[in-house]
């Protein structure tokens, strides 16, 4: 039978490990779902869009096609054209193509049955399914490699193993809290054999510069797959036009599966509603024309002033 002073240390000792446990899981999570978000935030933001109704929400759009897959373009009486989720509302043609849908809007409740001359479908892919699912894959496991580099990290600090007798174990773990919160003066019994202590060293082997490469891989997936152009240089010697060009075969098959019903459904849209709608696939860099104009007017007067003198 175990005494009850025994049993509440056991109980105490469980409660600290699970209380442990449920913070590794949170920080799991947490680290999966910061991730996540940046992965879809990246893959949402590939494609730039002209000549849009000031009405349409862009960021609402690209979420839409991302999570499900496709969405419905129309022409709303007072709004002018407009895309919104849609489900289906009849049989599908023989190339499985909505031919009587209901857009709606959770936001306000709006909806609207349109037939099939009516509507025009952007998909998100040529597969027409969401990309989403893909997306959270490669989060997952991006995530995983993260915390495993976190927790290697933690196990460089070298481990203490303290061996000693049962009698002694509470006094040695509360002498060991106290060095752990940084006490200066730490107060134990006479009965402790600090001298007769024995410790056993052994840190885990670093692995984390490993998992970094394996990392580059999983990133340089994911810009495949969303269709955008990044170069993992495995060797020191400069890469041929060649090589460069071979290596970004899947990066230009995943960007023409994006793009290509984009476009298809724009030039639907212009033709039906008679808009002057245009999409790109994004490379530059985001910047604002006016502030480069400045900046090169204020480099070009430094450098009349200095010719001056």
Known sequence: MIRPVVAGLILKDYEIMKTRLINSQ???????????????????????????????????????????GSIAWFKDEVIGVIALPYRSLTTLDIYGRPKKIEVFSKANNYHRILNKNEFVIMYDNN?????????????ERIALCVRTQ?????????????????????????????????????VTYESLPLQKLNSVL?????????????????????????????????????????????SQGGTIASRYSRFQPRENAIAKINEKFKTNISVHYY??????????????????GESESNEAE
């Not at 510069?209 to 495995?234: C, M, P, S, T």
């Open 26 to 68: 949170l920080a799991n999570y947490k680290t999966y779902n910061m991730y996540f978000r940046q992965l879809l935030a990246l893959a949402e933001n590939v494609f730039e869009f002209e000549g849009l109704n000031k009405f349409i929400d862009v960021s609402y759009l690209n979420k839409t096609l991302l999570r499900q």
């Open 127 to 139: 597969g027409r399914y969401p990309l989403y699912l893909d997306i959270s894959q490669i989060a």
């Open 150 to 186: 976190d927790i290697n990290m933690i196990q460089q600090r070298t481990p203490r193993v303290w061996v000693t007798n049962k009698d002694q174990e509470l006094s040695i773990k509360s002498a060991i809290n106290n060095i752990d919160g940084m006490e200066e003066n730490i």
């Open 202 to 246: 052994a840190p885990a082997p670093y692995v984390t510069d490993k998992i970094d490469d394996h990392l580059d891989k999983l990133w340089a997936e994911f810009y495949r797959l969303i269709g955008v152009a990044n170069i993992q240089e495995q060797k020191k010697e400069r890469i041929i036009t060649d090589e460069m060009i071979a």
């Open 283 to 300: 490379d530059g860099e985001p910047d604002s024309r006016k502030d480069k104009e400045d900046v090169s007017d204020d480099v070009s």
